[in-house]
């Protein structure tokens, strides 16, 4: 049994925000919340953690990582990519499907999934849209669904098909799943993964304009308005696509928009400073962009914080920045963003934050994750608000590509515990 100590305990799903301690069962379900638990057991027969002075939140739920299994495990695999989600406070995570071959028939979801099973935190696998992410036919949902896919995406690239994406729309509506979109029209994009403006200028790249993304969202958005899917906009990147999630929910329109702790950490900017460790899809943008989105975070017009974890090796990333791949780590990184970034900077208060963090992924998906309630799973991350640290330069994930190396960020995780087990303890290999 696991006893957590006076520890501030936040629970976003019903605004709990009280010094208490945290009892464990055996069967890993929170068996005991209050003030003096920890003095009212035997401590010869629980495993006592100090809580005093940090905070003790539910696990994060991750619902866009990449851990390139199968096919492109030179990257990233389940196994390192779970030790990184946990590393993170992450107990549960969404797997994307642009893997090699693609998760796009039951026989390449099944084997996959049957592995992620066995891994410490919850690995959670979606499939694909179209085969092969071709965006010409789609594949059996149904049946992937029934497989267990907890959802379907082409992320990487958008469904720019109109009658087909609509189909999907309809089949996801009728298996109440997330239909997730990469939302970057082609013909706006003269090079991927940096902002068209001043910083592609001094590049000497032709970049990728914000209208890339607003088109599409502009798009599926009238697309699902009479169908009504739980329609995922990922990783949103302008401030005009923030208008356009706030004007549609204002309507009634049934979508959800995720947002990456890189986006609301920096801009364009950083590609200056970092070369192609920062360039990632869709780009990072203005100061302006970077604002609207901490200023959507903090109303409610975005729903998750989700990480698009994306390993690359040392080789393609050192490559110029014109032929480099688009993508950066994010899962160690993502609570010392958020932290400093937008709670330490007001931009956001830490209950909206967390709950962008988990109880909104959760409810998404329809999981029973993203709380701390007695009787429920004991998912949970324990973290020093105010405890200062370097990123370095290694990582539990496999790949070391993220431009926040060196960088001084608020916030670190100290345990995660997944179904009452302790996952992750920092210092501990």
């Known amino acids: 049994m696991l006893v957590i100590r006076s520890a501030r305990v936040m629970d976003p799903e019903t605004n709990l925000d009280e010094v208490m301690d945290v009892m464990i069962a055996e069967d890993g379900t929170i ?3 209050g003030k003096g638990l920890a003095e009212s057991v035997d401590p010869e027969q629980v495993q006592m953690i100090e809580g005093a002075g940090k905070i003790l939140a539910p696990g994060f739920v991750d619902v866009h990582v990449h851990f390139r299994d199968p096919g492109l495990t030179y990257k990233e695999d389940i196994v390192t990519g779970a030790a990184a989600a946990a590393a993170g406070g992450y107990t549960t995570v969404v797997c994307m499907a642009n893997t090699k071959p693609t998760i796009d028939c039951v026989e390449v979801f099944e084997e996959v999934a049957m592995r992620e099973q066995k891994l410490p935190i ?5 499939a694909n849209v179209t085969m092969g992410m071709q965006g010409k036919t ?5 049946a992937l669904h029934r497989a267990g896919a907890v959802g379907f995406t082409d992320d990487g690239v958008p469904v720019m098909d109109e009658k087909l994406f609509t189909e999907a729309l309809r089949v996801c509506k009728e298996l109440d799943v997330p239909i997730s ?32 993304e607003t088109a599409m969202v502009k798009r599926d958005i009238a697309l699902n308005e009479t169908i009504g899917a739980k329609l995922d906009i990922q990783h949103i990147s302008s401030a005009e696509t923030v208008k356009l999630l706030r004007d549609a929910k204002a309507r009634g329109i049934r979508v959800y928009g995720e947002v990456t702790p890189q986006h609301l950490a920096a801009t364009e900017e950083l590609v200056l400073e970092r070369g192609a460790l920062a360039r990632v899809n869709p780009p990072l943008r203005t100061e302006a962009d970077r604002k609207a989105l901490l200023r959507g975070l903090a109303d409610g017009t975005i729903d998750m914080i989700a990480t698009d974890h994306a390993p690359h ?6 490559r110029p920045i014109a032929e480099a791949p688009s993508g950066m780590i994010g899962l160690e990184t993502a609570l010392g963003l958020v932290m400093t970034y937008a709670v330490r900077s007001k931009e956001a208060e830490l209950m909206q934050v967390l709950r ?3 109880c909104n992924p959760a409810k998404l998906y329809g999981l029973e994750a993203g709380r701390i309630q007695k009787g429920k799973s004991a998912d949970l991350v324990l973290f020093d608000p105010e405890c200062k640290w370097t990123v370095p330069q290694t990582f539990a994930s496999k790949a070391t590509n ?3 190396i060196g960088m001084e960020l608020y916030g670190k995780v100290c345990m995660t515990i997944c179904n009452g087990q302790i996952v992750y303890q920092e210092g501990e290999k």
Request: hydrophobic share 40%.
């Open 31 to 33: 068996a005991e919340m």
């Open 122 to 126: 919850h690995v959670l696998q979606a």
């Open 138 to 142: 789609l594949t059996d949902m149904k």
């Open 181 to 212: 979109v990469h939302e970057e029209d082609p013909k706006y994009i003269c090079s991927a993964g940096v902002n068209q403006g001043t910083v592609s200028e001094q590049l000497g790249l032709g970049g990728a304009s914000a209208e890339a």
């Open 313 to 318: 090796s040392a080789e393609e990333k050192a």
């Open 356 to 358: 962008a963090l988990t």
């Open 402 to 404: 993220s431009p926040f």
